[in-house]
């Protein structure tokens, strides 16, 4: 095999290890760290982007997972709020203020857990992240008081919010760059899955043992953390660029004059933080991913926060309907995503996009207008598939508009602000015109004019990622 270069790297040098049956082609190895983890039959099949095996299925297990988990803990809070309302004798100004405070720690870790990954490794702080979440589970179910039951689901949260995003980038740094949207839209639609299970855990177990159950159940997610860290490798691209850092600090060290290229790269990399979000060669991306994301959890935070309000008010629905109703939007939504990820990468990350976002905008503005039971119904199927397909891409998009040195960095901060704005500040916005107009009509009618703009900005501006390595995007 001959040396390769990576990434700007020093020469790639081959490593003689025994390859066990079933394991992909041994790549060269970048640097010693490197060196160390190609000791491991997962890495190595990690490491090569040629051929599918056991080890990327493990990666993309976890991580759909993770997804999962995070819809059904969100739903389960949802679906016991009343309950858990009337235990600890609190109002809805106060029970919406504890929601509001757990957002807020949970939007900390959105950003500081991807932060830390940049600097210590994915699979290690997955793990770690894994385990937080699976511990404080039944604390929240043993909360004595309001105060103890905010404090503890806030870091069930902050911990919760870490685990999709770390996990996402490893699914992104792992799986064949031809299959990458596929499996990173897949991952994404359990949440839908985990959201809709939710609601058959609600009813079965807190009927049973009342809503205290329900928090007991997911606790079972500690056995991933050990899942995680056995099964799944480390990121090869993190590995690589990690190794690239120690290689220029050595030479510097030793008095050693730098490549230009070497030089220019380790400015940037040595010290990872926002700042470099900002500087002339990544603002543009920054901005892009930013909006992109931004102008999602403005549109879900919207309708997804308020539909089932909408349907009692504007049109009479039961809670039983609209419960009904809101399992069979999500779940409808799931195959939205799957079909965006199939058509990022075939047919391009813009045209999927575009596709998704113009379907979702139409058929959602016909159901806002609509006033027959089964018309609802109809539309309101029919916009999911857009409406929450568009996840699938925008998920894949964040990831590839960073480079590695900065992706953790990059995509929290692109997703903590989102959270912010979107579940936040701009509810406020969404009730405030509900109180002006007497209904969700024209909040709800802002959004497809989001979608538009989204789908516009996105094909006119953005760079295309479909089937590139991310070395090949960035440096």
């Not at 069930?156 to 499996?183: D, H, Q, Y």
């Not at 990059?410 to 602000?417: K, P, Q, V």
Request: aromatic content about 14%.
């Amino acid at each position: 095999m001959s040396s390769t270069t990576l990434g700007g790297g020093a020469p790639r040098q081959p490593v003689a290890c025994e390859l066990f049956a079933g394991d992909a082609a041994l790549p060269p190895a970048a640097g010693p760290l490197e060196e160390r983890h190609l000791r491991s039959a997962a890495y190595r099949n990690a490491a090569q982007q040629e051929r599918l095996t056991k080890t990327h299925w493990h990666i993309a297990w976890a991580n759909g997972l993770g997804w999962g988990f995070d819809g059904m803990d969100g739903a389960i809070f949802s679906l016991v709020a009343p309950l858990v309302m009337a235990e600890f004798a609190v109002s809805l100004p106060e029970y919406r203020t504890g929601v509001q405070i757990a957002m807020l720690v949970g939007i900390i870790g959105l950003y500081l857990w991807p932060w830390l990954a940049d600097r210590f490794g994915r699979r290690t702080l997955l793990a770690i992240n894994i385990a937080m979440f699976s511990l404080m589970m039944p604390l929240v179910a043993l909360a004595p008081t309001w105060g103890f039951f905010v404090a503890a689901y806030s870091i069930v949260r902050f911990a919760l919010n870490g685990e999709w995003a770390i996990g996402s980038m490893l699914v992104a740094e792992t799986w064949p760059a031809r299959l990458r949207a596929r499996i990173v839209s897949c991952n994404r639609a359990a949440w839908g899955v985990g959201a809709a299970l939710a609601g058959t855990i609600t009813a079965l177990v807190v009927g049973q043992w009342g809503w205290r159950g329900a928090f007991v159940l997911p606790a079972v997610v500690a056995l991933l953390a050990v899942y995680v860290r056995f099964l799944c490798p480390e990121s090869p691209y993190w590995v690589r660029t990690t190794d690239r850092k120690q290689r220029i600090r050595a030479e510097i060290a030793a008095g050693r004059t730098l490549s230009d290229e070497d030089r220019q790269w380790f400015s940037k990399a040595d010290k990872v933080g926002l700042r470099q979000l900002f500087l002339p060669d990544m603002r543009r991306n920054t901005i892009l991913a930013t909006f992109v994301a931004v102008t999602n959890l403005i549109a879900f935070s919207t309708v997804g926060l308020w539909m089932p309000l909408f349907l009692k008010e504007a049109h009479g629905w039961t809670t039983a309907e609209y419960s009904s109703f809101y399992i069979a939007w999500g779940l409808i939504g799931v195959v939205g995503i799957a079909g965006a990820g199939w058509i990022s990468d075939l047919l391009g990350r813009r045209l999927a996009f575009v596709l998704m976002l113009v379907e979702g905008a139409i058929f959602l503005t016909l159901w806002i207008y609509s006033v027959d039971r089964t018309l609802l119904w109809i539309f309101g199927l029919l916009w999911s598939i857009g409406f929450l397909g568009v996840w699938g891409p925008a998920t894949t998009y964040t990831a590839e508009m960073y480079p590695t040195r900065i992706r953790g960095v990059g995509n929290g901060f692109s997703w903590a602000l989102a959270f912010f704005i979107g579940y936040v500040l701009w509810p406020f916005v969404s009730v405030w015109i509900r109180e002006a107009t007497g209904s969700f009509h024209l909040a709800f009618l802002v959004i497809p004019v989001f979608m538009l703009g989204q789908a516009a900005v996105v094909w006119l501006f953005s760079p295309e990622h479909a089937g590139k390595d991310l070395d090949g995007i960035h440096t």
